[in-house]
């Protein structure tokens, strides 16, 4: 297996505020550059497509209320990598997790249709949450037993979920009378999580993703077990003649993450598609990484970065109806800023 | 029997962005780099590939494109991982998710756009030896390079001093330096060489095996290939293995799919993944001291065969992989 990363992401510390600033300011100016150049050579007015990327989302009431359920779940997602990251790994099976939480959800929304709504909504998340949790021990018991390295259980378990929604959506769950790869029967409304009016935001969601923040805010930086945590993502080794158990810390790690992944797509389910779909995550897993690493697993910047990211997100969905060009800018945008935090940090000498 | 020749045939050239792909990873995993941007750089290399050669309508230029477009990747997590001290993992999967995209944005024009593609090209003579000929003389011209490529990685690590050093770059890079080898500029060579492979991966797909260009074109094949390369021990005959055996599954599974047509296709689809996990997990299994015991409790005549097959099947990642380089 691929030897341990000397150079992995951990929390920063004891940098001065002054060399962050001018980190994140060469990260910014370098993305934007180059994300102009690339609007450029497809003959996109750079000034325009920046209009719609970072003030799109502020157009309608309904683009606010969805960029704020695209940041729910990458929140969530975002803050179960915050802890993976800090242990030292890159959990790259999120993707797979936040799928089979999302078919976990729907488990008890099919089997007790009759269940007062709010009971079933915790059942849901219930469900999720062991869902995504249980598919990241999966990952955790290949890393720690059988040194199957993280990164390629994680991507081969992705590839897997997948093919276990697809299965049920295409299979089992199918719409009655016409099996379609579009998504299961839609849920009945009274299950969906409750909305403001006529928009789509459940304020449930932004609500539990930002307790979740908080709780884990508090447990990487207040407590010992986060402590711990960092230690072992430092150095496995020395962590452990320290006598911290190192391997049920990784192991913790990843649960915890792949439980926050399934309440993401528990929330996927109940307040976003209302179905299960074959691509349930949406690519907000990989989306959480990219957030993840921008911020150096910091919990402090988790919030901000991951609501820049949804709004660059939403706002670029409207780029093929106005400026006829594809909103995989946003994504390139996304890239550019880890790619160049990457770049200003090696310059200024530090790991 | 002519059926079951066309279908080996077939993986055979379907394995083929696979070996290249692969190779270019093996050589670099070898050096001590880890690229991981390979699925994003295959992706960006297809659709620069297919894009050039359908502007300038020369198939070569649309490769060299391609081979160019993989290096740049390469040249990037170079500099930042080589010589800027960032992690090798970090970099290589934020340049995954960057190039894939790009592809998607810059390649938009071109979806779904008629292009060159590879032309069939039988080996005269050759092609007409029975079994053998129709087997792997009647091709294109890239799927021949791809069985070439082989040997030749093989070859160059194992036969020559170049392959030597490029070895030790990976297991002993405080060795090779103090023997006066240039640790940090060979491994951005061949991180550069692997690059162009990985690239030329891409292109096999847009203008070869996959004609054309669409949205996530060459579907999660560079993960697969980084998966193939672990599971073939960085050994390029093992690797080039896994390629085809992962060829065959694909092949099979879109087979079985006429035999048990009540399992939706996309199951099927999964199948080689899950496999991919299981085999990883056996050899690693293998590998460990428990099995070593397990082993010096066979008969004697019984021993020796079985220590040496589990030897060869689990072998270790090079020592130095992905660790960043300091001059002592």
Redesign the interface.
């Known amino acids: 297996m691929i030897a341990h990363d000397q150079a992995t992401p951990t929390i920063s510390e004891g940098h001065t505020r002054r060399s962050a600033l001018l980190i994140a300011a060469l990260a910014l100016v370098g993305a934007l550059i180059f994300t102009s150049l690339v609007l450029l050579s497809s003959n996109v007015p750079p000034l325009a497509a920046y209009n719609l990327i970072f003030l799109g989302t502020f157009s309608t009431p309904t683009r606010i209320s969805d960029m704020v359920m695209l940041a729910s779940p990458l929140l969530l997602c975002s803050c179960g990598l915050t802890l993976t990251f800090a242990a030292g790994l890159y959990n790259l099976g999120i993707e797979g997790q936040m799928a089979l939480g999302a078919v976990a959800a729907m488990i008890p929304l099919r089997l007790l249709p009759n269940l007062p709504p709010p009971l079933l909504w915790v059942l849901a998340f219930a469900c999720g949450a062991a869902g995504g949790a249980m598919w990241a021990l999966l990952v955790a018991g290949l890393r720690i037993r059988l040194q199957v390295n993280e990164i390629f259980a994680g991507l081969g378990l992705n590839f897997l979920a997948s093919g276990i929604a697809l299965y049920l959506v295409l299979g089992p769950w199918r719409r009655i009378g016409r099996a379609s790869s579009s998504g299961t029967e839609p849920l009945p409304t009274d299950v969906w999580l409750p909305t403001f009016g006529t928009l789509r935001v459940a304020p449930a969601a932004p609500v539990i993703a930002l307790i979740i923040l908080v709780l884990i805010w508090f447990a990487v930086t207040r407590t010992r077990w986060g402590l711990e945590l960092r230690a072992v993502g430092l150095n496995p080794q020395a962590a452990g003649r320290m006598g911290i158990p190192a391997t049920r810390r990784l192991a913790e790690s990843l649960a915890a993450c792949g439980a926050l992944a399934g309440i993401a797509g528990a929330i996927q389910v109940l307040a976003v598609f209302h179905q299960l779909i074959p691509s349930i995550s949406s690519g907000i897993g990989l989306l959480a990484l990219l957030v993840v690493l921008l911020i150096q697993a910091n919990p402090a910047w988790v919030l901000p970065i991951a609501a820049a990211f949804a709004i660059f997100t939403t706002g670029s969905l409207q780029m093929s109806v106005a400026l006829g060009a594809d909103s995989s800018i946003a994504g390139v945008l996304q890239g550019a800023l880890v790619l160049f935090a990457l770049l200003a940090r090696g310059l200024s000498g530090r790991r | 029997m002519e059926q079951i020749l066309i279908t080996l045939a077939a993986v055979l050239a379907t394995a083929a962005p696979l070996i290249f792909a692969t190779m270019g990873e093996t050589i670099s995993e070898r050096a001590g780099v880890?690229n991981?941007s390979l699925d994003g750089s295959m992706l960006l290399a297809a659709m620069a590939g297919f894009a050039v050669a359908r502007v300038s309508g020369s198939l070569a230029l649309g490769f060299a494109a391609a081979a160019l477009v993989g290096c740049l990747v390469a040249l990037?997590l170079g500099?930042?991982s080589l010589?800027?001290?960032?992690?090798?993992?970090?970099?290589g999967?934020?340049?995954a998710?960057?190039c894939?995209?790009?592809s998607?944005?810059?390649g938009?024009?071109y979806v779904r756009k008629p292009g060159p593609a590879v032309p069939h090209a039988p080996l005269p003579g050759l092609s007409d030896i029975p079994i053998l000929g129709p087997l792997l003389f009647s091709h294109d011209m890239l799927i021949y390079a791809s069985f070439l490529l082989l040997p030749t990685v093989w070859w160059f690590l194992y036969h020559t001093r170049a392959g030597l050093v490029l070895r030790a770059l990976g297991e002993r890079p405080q060795t090779a330096y103090a023997r006066g080898v240039p640790v940090i500029r060979l491994r951005y060579l061949y991180l550069l060489i692997g690059g162009a492979l990985v690239g030329i991966a891409g292109a096999a797909y847009s203008l070869d095996l996959k004609q054309g260009w669409s949205y996530r074109h060459t579907f999660?094949t560079g993960?697969i290939a980084?998966?193939i390369v672990?599971f073939g021990g960085w050994h390029p005959w093992r690797v080039a293995i896994g390629c085809y055996l992962f060829a065959a599954l694909q092949s099979l599974a879109s087979r079985s799919q006429s035999v048990l047509p009540s399992?939706?296709t996309?199951?099927f689809?999964?199948a080689p993944?899950?496999l991919?996990?299981v085999v990883?997990?056996l050899i690693?299994?293998l590998?460990?001291p428990g099995t070593a015991h397990r082993l010096a409790t066979l008969p004697k005549p019984l021993r020796r065969p079985a220590e040496r097959f589990v030897g060869w099947l689990a072998t270790p990642?090079?020592?130095?992989?992905?660790?960043?380089f300091q001059r002592p």
């Not at chain 2, 990642?317 to 960043?324: E, S, V």
């Open positions: 880890v991981l990037i500099v930042l010589s800027l001290g960032q992690s090798q993992t970090a970099v999967f934020v340049l998710l960057l894939t995209d790009l998607s944005f810059l938009t024009p999660g993960w980084l998966a672990i399992i939706p996309q199951v689809q999964v993944f899950v991919m996990i990883l997990a690693n299994l590998a460990s990642a090079p020592a130095a992989l992905g660790q960043p």
